[in-house]
């Protein structure tokens, strides 16, 4: 198979992990709250039309930003009874809880299969150590198959400024066209085209695709759906 990239870029929330919307029932259960504790399930609210997530209506009319978004949603969880179980908010506690599938499936072989294949793996994330603590992330054994990181909550920068883009590209140690991006946030992809990276949207609705996008790049069999 042809390869036109050599390395794997990947933002972590909804890209490589799962989303809230996708975890929030099992949570939910799991600690016996009710339904809809967090409020909204974003996207999948909208495709299915019984629900409306208006914060969702609210950061897609640009009144509020991502960050805003998923923090003011924790907060109504958390006033709605949402235990913090010991963490600083609830983003940590519900993907660092026991029982909770937090990983993308499609996004873990992927990883796997570049880290095997010898190719540069990265990570470019705007709060991956601010949501949930730099202690824990590198304790998982995924950790060590990404060669960088590149956190905006540590840098000062954030997507879609160039800064950030600029720093993961130079310690992947490849040229921006040799390396594929990919991030859930349509400003965030333009971000990464602005600066050369090929750059994939991921539609959370149909991960999936966006990986066999990648593993295509990349010279790697597709994997398809696994979950």
């Known amino acids: 198979m042809t390869r036109a990239c050599d390395g794997l870029l990947l933002d972590v929330g909804v890209v490589f992990f799962k989303s809230v919307w996708e975890v929030a029932d099992d949570f939910e259960r799991m600690e016996g709250l009710p339904p809809r ?11 299915s039309g019984e629900f409306v997530d208006e914060k969702w209506d609210a950061y897609r009319r640009g009144e509020i930003g991502e960050r805003e978004y998923w923090l003011s949603s924790a907060q109504v969880a958390v ?3 949402a235990p913090l179980n010991g963490h600083p908010q609830l983003m ?7 029982g909770i599938e ?7 072989a992927l990883l796997k299969a570049a880290h095997d294949a010898g190719l540069r793996t990265g990570i470019l994330s705007n709060e991956l150590m601010d949501f949930q ?3 824990w992330v590198e304790a998982q054994e995924w950790f060590g198959w990404f060669d960088i990181v590149v956190d905006s909550s540590e840098l000062g920068a954030r997507k879609p400024d160039p800064e950030p883009y600029e720093v993961a590209i130079d310690l992947m140690g490849l040229p921006a066209d040799r390396q ?4 859930d946030n349509p400003s965030y992809v333009a971000g990464g085209e602005r600066v050369g990276l090929n750059s994939i949207l991921l539609d959370v609705l149909e991960p999936w695709v966006a990986y066999d996008q990648a593993a295509q ?3 790697l069999e597709p994997f398809g759906r696994l979950s």
Do not use: K, S
């Open 217 to 219: 790049l990349l010279g």
């Open 102 to 108: 937090a990983i993308r499936p499609e996004g873990l």
């Open 180 to 183: 594929v991006f990919i991030d």
């Open 133 to 135: 603590g730099r202690t």
């Open 79 to 81: 006033d709605r009874g």
């Open 37 to 47: 504790t967090f409020p909204g399930r974003g996207p999948f609210d909208v495709q």
């Open 92 to 98: 940590r506690a519900m993907f660092q809880r026991d």
